[in-house]
């Protein structure tokens, strides 16, 4: 059968009476069609304007974006941010599934990823966080591509990914999702708000996650790695409608994943089974509060705490973990003339506590300042320059600048920012989270990285089509590299590494047809010895078309295309550059009144990396890999489909 009721729907029965929290329960209606916003207000960029007039570039998933990527991966918001243009969600681990995001061709360490304004989910060096984040509670994604350190500090070198989440309405909502996939996994999901009076509100997401671990080439080894995973988060909101706001979150995790030999299987090269797993526990609170000094100025606090434990298997190396982000920040917001200001303080404090391996440890301590101003000079120009100087613990004084440029005519738009920032180097990349840090050695103090970027862009718009070309050009000084090769070192590279590349994206829209086309081409080039090469898994060209047809209330049908051109490969046997390939997928979805039903394809072609080559390698690499790196879909052709029930 290709989709079978799973006993763990009863996961969301233990959820069902906390939709009591509400005062007055409404019965299931049919949904309304949202009116459409014409102002969307921007929070990542601290002077919370609107989009049009904020003169850095944010592009934003609305409410209606979020929802269609939800019934394609109701259980992770990897789907979401891998199908925006100009960001790639690259699999770091194949044997678990690890992936982090690079914008614009820079390394997944280089964005940030924030909830509401807070780091709840650390620094983003753990590649699973992409997979553990469900997007059912999500209303709003703002995306920085570009240098935001002068916003947000340490990790924000690339740009930064801020997920924001629904808000509790005057009418209490109920938010039910039951999918299964063709391979075997399956995904609960629960949201649910209420108001407890007319000042303060309270949500609850609630997901369980389960996949069993599937071996699609029966080479014994699993190409899909099983998990099985739970999340909750409550949180409380306060407004008294006069200007002064409070958000409070907490949440929980945890998460059991299973790679490597399936049982009763062994590697061909050893003859003896080979298992990789990884346990995860993640616990974290959070809160923000905004209140009103005057008719001129906001005050603004934020904080949080999370702590993560890892428990990883690599084979019969064991490697546990505690990783803490203690985080707290205050900031003044004001208005005067044409100008709108911030300034602030904020304090970080980073601290990584490997068991097995404690010649790794580190505790970063990171206190900054940081100011802002936005001049609004006429209606077709406006400027935003902001700095922030931090006072790292391990490297020092470090000045993060940045300043960005709207002009504007009739029917036309263009961007332009500048910016330079830093990334705290440490033991932990994304090639370590795959290998582990038992065999790793670091023959020289690391060096904090240090980049600058440009980005430019064009957009003009006419009665039914849009369309945006954007320039973007990064340097990265003494990046880190992990030579794997013939030894397993961790050092910073003399050259930099530099990043140039077009982005060009067109939107149709006509009635209930809309399409989108996108082309992203990137140069992205290091040098670990005498001669300039490709940053390995960064393709030169990649492109994407999406179109759907959509009438509110009745039914939704879109199909995509997505093509990724060849990537240099690096310690691979089998070739050094990977082939190009296509995929296609569909998506339906059929409104019942409160009950939509929808059915999703990815991958009709089948591509599958195994196809080409093996996974495993003939012998184990110096690092501790048995596989070598994932350049195309392991997981092949996939179908999922359920049901989301709203009241």
Same mark, same amino acid.
Request: a neutral charge; aromatic letters at 10%; charged letters at 20%.
């Given at each position: 059968?290709?989709?079978?009721?799973?006993?763990?729907?009863?996961?969301?029965?233990?959820?069902?009476?906390?939709?009591?929290?509400?005062?007055?329960? %409404?019965?299931?209606?049919?949904?309304?069609?949202?009116?459409?916003?014409?102002?969307?207000?921007?929070?990542a960029?601290?002077?919370?304007?609107?989009?049009?007039?904020?003169?850095?570039? !944010?592009?934003?998933?609305?409410?209606?974006?979020? &929802?269609?990527?939800?019934?394609?991966?109701?259980?992770?918001?990897?789907?979401?941010?891998?199908?925006?243009?100009?960001?790639?969600?690259?699999?770091?681990?194949?044997?678990?599934?690890?992936?982090?995001?690079?914008?614009?061709?820079?390394?997944?360490?280089?964005?940030?990823?924030?909830? &509401?304004?807070l780091?709840?989910?650390?620094?983003?060096?753990?590649?699973?966080?992409?997979?553990?984040i469900?997007?059912v509670?999500?209303?709003?994604?703002?995306?920085?591509?570009?240098?935001?350190?002068?916003?947000?500090?340490?990790?924000?070198?690339?740009?930064?990914?801020?997920?924001?989440?629904?808000?509790?309405?005057?009418?209490?909502?109920?938010?039910?999702?039951?999918?299964?996939?063709?391979?075997?996994?399956?995904?609960?999901?629960?949201?649910?708000?209420?108001?407890?009076?007319?000042?303060?509100?309270?949500?609850?997401?609630?997901?369980?996650?389960?996949?069993?671990?599937?071996?699609?080439?029966?080479?014994?080894?699993? &190409? +899909?790695?099983?998990?099985?995973?739970?999340?909750?988060?409550?949180?409380?909101?306060?407004?008294?409608?006069?200007?002064?706001?409070?958000?409070?979150?907490?949440?929980?995790?945890?998460?059991?994943?299973?790679?490597g030999t399936?049982?009763?299987?062994?590697?061909?090269?050893?003859?003896?089974?080979?298992?990789?797993?990884?346990?995860?526990?993640?616990?974290?609170?959070?809160?923000?509060?905004?209140?009103?000094?005057?008719?001129?100025?906001?005050?603004?606090?934020?904080?949080?705490?999370?702590?993560?434990?890892?428990r990883?298997?690599?084979?019969?190396?064991?490697?546990?973990?505690?990783?803490?982000?203690?985080?707290?920040?205050?900031?003044?917001?004001?208005?005067?003339?044409?100008?709108?200001?911030?300034?602030?303080?904020?304090?970080?404090? &980073?601290?990584?506590?490997?068991?097995?391996?404690?010649?790794?440890?580190?505790?970063?301590r990171?206190?900054?300042?940081?100011?802002?101003?936005?001049?609004?000079?006429?209606?077709?120009?406006?400027f935003? @320059?902001?700095?922030?100087?931090?006072?790292?613990?391990?490297?020092?004084?470090?000045?993060s600048?940045?300043?960005?440029?709207?002009?504007?005519?009739?029917?036309?738009?263009?961007?332009?920012?500048?910016?330079?920032?830093?990334?705290?180097?440490?033991?932990?990349?994304?090639?370590?989270?795959?290998?582990? +840090?038992?065999?790793?050695?670091?023959?020289?103090?690391?060096?904090?990285?240090?980049?600058?970027?440009?980005?430019?862009?064009?957009?003009?718009?006419?009665s039914?089509?849009?369309?945006?070309?954007?320039?973007?050009?990064?340097? !990265?000084?003494?990046?880190?590299?992990?030579?794997?090769?013939?030894?397993?070192?961790?050092?910073?590279?003399?050259?930099?590494?530099?990043?140039?590349?077009?982005?060009?994206? @067109?939107?149709?829209?006509?009635?209930?047809?809309?399409?989108?086309?996108?082309?992203?081409? %990137?140069?992205?080039?290091?040098?670990?010895?005498?001669?300039?090469?490709?940053?390995?898994?960064?393709?030169?060209?990649?492109?994407?078309?999406?179109?759907?047809?959509?009438?509110?209330?009745?039914?939704?049908?879109?199909?995509?295309?997505?093509?990724?051109?060849?990537?240099? +490969?690096?310690?691979?046997?089998?070739?050094?550059?990977?082939?190009?390939?296509v995929?296609?997928?569909?998506?339906?979805?059929?409104?019942?009144?409160?009950?939509?039903?929808?059915?999703n394809?990815?991958?009709?072609?089948?591509?599958?990396?195994?196809?080409?080559?093996?996974?495993?390698?003939?012998?184990?690499?110096?690092?501790?890999?048995?596989?070598?790196?994932?350049?195309?879909?392991?997981?092949?052709?996939?179908?999922?489909?359920?049901?989301?029930?709203?009241?």
């Amino acid at each position: 059968m290709l989709f079978s009721f799973h006993p763990r729907t009863a996961f969301v029965v233990l959820l069902l009476p906390v939709v009591g929290f509400s005062q007055q329960p %409404t019965a299931p209606a049919p949904q309304k069609p949202e009116p459409i916003q014409e102002q969307v207000t921007v929070y990542a960029t601290r002077t919370e304007g609107r989009l049009e007039d904020l003169p850095a570039r !944010v592009e934003i998933l609305d409410q209606d974006e979020i &929802d269609e990527k939800t019934a394609m991966t109701p259980g992770n918001i990897v789907m979401m941010l891998n199908e925006t243009s100009g960001l790639r969600v690259q699999t770091t681990s194949p044997s678990l599934g690890a992936s982090s995001v690079r914008i614009q061709g820079m390394k997944g360490r280089y964005t940030r990823f924030l909830a &509401d304004g807070l780091p709840l989910f650390g620094q983003q060096g753990a590649g699973l966080g992409l997979l553990q984040i469900p997007p059912v509670d999500l209303g709003q994604v703002e995306i920085i591509k570009g240098g935001a350190s002068a916003l947000y500090g340490a990790g924000a070198m690339g740009g930064v990914v801020n997920l924001i989440t629904r808000r509790p309405r005057d009418k209490a909502a109920r938010d039910f999702i039951f999918n299964q996939t063709s391979l075997g996994g399956t995904d609960i999901s629960a949201y649910l708000d209420g108001r407890i009076s007319p000042q303060i509100a309270t949500s609850l997401m609630g997901t369980g996650n389960w996949q069993v671990e599937r071996d699609r080439n029966r080479d014994g080894w699993a &190409d +899909l790695a099983g998990y099985s995973r739970g999340v909750t988060r409550p949180r409380l909101f306060w407004d008294n409608g006069k200007g002064r706001r409070g958000l409070l979150t907490g949440g929980f995790l945890y998460e059991d994943r299973n790679g490597g030999t399936l049982p009763g299987r062994v590697l061909p090269a050893t003859g003896s089974p080979y298992i990789e797993a990884l346990s995860t526990r993640r616990g974290d609170v959070g809160g923000t509060a905004q209140f009103l000094l005057s008719e001129k100025y906001v005050g603004t606090l934020r904080g949080s705490y999370s702590t993560l434990h890892h428990r990883h298997q690599f084979g019969e190396v064991l490697e546990r973990d505690r990783h803490e982000l203690l985080f707290a920040e205050g900031s003044l917001r004001g208005t005067a003339g044409h100008n709108t200001w911030v300034g602030g303080a904020a304090f970080e404090r &980073d601290a990584y506590r490997p068991e097995d391996v404690p010649e790794y440890r580190y505790t970063y301590r990171n206190p900054g300042i940081f100011g802002q101003d936005d001049l609004q000079a006429t209606s077709w120009l406006s400027f935003s @320059a902001s700095a922030r100087v931090d006072f790292h613990s391990q490297y020092g004084t470090l000045f993060s600048p940045r300043f960005a440029a709207l002009l504007r005519g009739d029917g036309w738009t263009s961007r332009l920012a500048l910016s330079q920032g830093f990334a705290a180097s440490s033991a932990l990349t994304e090639e370590t989270e795959a290998a582990g +840090l038992t065999r790793l050695k670091i023959p020289f103090p690391l060096r904090v990285e240090r980049g600058r970027g440009l980005t430019f862009d064009l957009t003009r718009s006419w009665s039914l089509v849009t369309a945006t070309a954007t320039l973007f050009a990064s340097n !990265v000084h003494d990046p880190l590299y992990v030579e794997r090769t013939t030894a397993y070192t961790l050092t910073n590279l003399v050259l930099p590494t530099r990043n140039l590349g077009v982005e060009a994206v @067109a939107i149709l829209r006509k009635h209930e047809y809309s399409a989108t086309a996108s082309y992203t081409w %990137t140069r992205a080039q290091q040098q670990p010895g005498t001669v300039r090469q490709d940053v390995p898994l960064t393709p030169r060209h990649s492109a994407g078309l999406v179109a759907s047809w959509e009438r509110p209330n009745f039914a939704r049908i879109g199909i995509e295309g997505y093509y990724t051109g060849t990537q240099q +490969l690096e310690d691979n046997p089998y070739r050094t550059e990977s082939k190009p390939y296509v995929l296609f997928g569909f998506l339906i979805q059929k409104q019942l009144r409160a009950f939509q039903l929808y059915l999703n394809a990815e991958n009709l072609s089948d591509v599958r990396q195994t196809k080409t080559d093996p996974l495993l390698l003939p012998q184990q690499a110096p690092d501790g890999r048995w596989t070598t790196d994932a350049w195309a879909p392991l997981d092949g052709r996939v179908f999922n489909g359920g049901v989301r029930v709203r009241f």
